[in-house]
């Protein structure tokens, strides 16, 4: 499979993430979505696994853990917890502020060579995203309006834990495959959810699960968990750190076009003014035409 298709598939999935989820928690609450996503997934993964032996070292499996703490407990928790409060159309955008910490994390961690148009690029799109986060109060006249900021805050630091994520476990994956550490993350991340999901249970019954409950579940575990982490791993075990974050900018595109239909959200004049300089950045970053992407799709891996 071409690693930069995987990575595209794996951010459409997650482009829709934001607003599935957000409709699916106003009926179910977050930790005991986080854990059934996971646990489930990682069963799902199971029989894909033919050889279960895992050898590491110990740096290396407290890389392959940190990885999952940051890249699922911590982000999945942030992200939950930002949508509800916030819009979920702020996710995904405020979401792209992720290449700029991966663009010099890659340099200091990788020593990849850095691209001063990409620098420039990146900030442009912070700027925008900055704008975004916002929002409430520079645009909306909502000076008290600290449940959205607070929501907005959250998908930063959703941000901030996702970006650790392939940092930590890039050189994992090469060593037992892109299967066997999604599998062994998810249920890390289900062990880390499981005692807050329990606690939850103490004033919500599964017996209250409707068609958005659902939704979250079956859209969680077979799509945004099982496949798209896996689609992912996959992607950054084969190019290079720099060219990762670029694919999160196709999430606000797929997030708009599920939101208007699914929960009734609407972009705003500040959401595209804040859009546009993200697009502005990106279009900078990818001065290099043979840079971009989309046209690796028929190249060699």
């Known amino acids: ?40 997934a990682g069963l799902i993964l199971l029989p894909f696994i033919r050889n279960f032996s895992v050898k590491l070292s110990g740096v290396e499996w407290a890389e392959l853990i940190l990885g999952a703490v940051f890249g699922i407990s911590l982000n999945i928790t942030f992200f939950f917890w930002g949508l509800q409060r916030a819009e979920s159309i702020n996710a995904p955008i405020i979401a792209s502020s992720g290449p700029v910490f991966l663009y010099f994390l890659s340099i200091i961690f990788f020593r990849e060579k850095p691209r001063l148009k990409v620098f420039f690029g990146m900030m442009i799109a912070l700027l925008g995203v900055t704008l975004i986060i916002f929002a409430p109060i520079l645009f909306d006249g909502k000076v008290f309006a600290f449940g959205e900021l607070q929501g907005n805050i959250f998908f930063v630091l959703a941000t901030l834990s996702a970006v650790l994520h392939p940092l930590l476990q890039k050189k994992v994956i090469p060593k037992i495959g892109a299967l066997k550490v999604s599998l062994i993350s998810f249920f890390i991340g289900a062990v880390t959810f499981s005692p807050f999901s329990f606690k939850e249970l103490q004033s919500w019954s599964p017996a209250l699960l409707n068609i958005q409950g659902w939704t979250g579940i079956i859209f969680g575990v077979f799509l945004s968990s099982a496949l798209a982490y896996y689609l992912f791993s996959y992607g950054i075990a084969k190019i290079k750190m720099q060219e990762v974050g670029i694919f999160t900018y196709i999430d606000p595109i797929v997030a708009v076009l599920i939101a208007a239909p699914l929960i009734h959200e609407y972009p705003t004049v500040h959401f595209f003014i804040g859009s546009l300089l993200v697009f502005g950045g990106i279009f900078l970053a990818e001065g290099r035409i043979h840079w971009h992407p989309i046209h690796r799709l028929g190249g060699k891996r």
């Open 1 to 40: 499979m071409n690693p930069v298709l995987a990575l595209i598939v794996a951010n459409i999935i997650w482009g829709a993430a934001s607003p599935i989820f957000k409709y699916a928690l106003e009926n179910i609450p977050p930790f005991t979505l986080a854990f059934i996503r996971f646990f489930f």
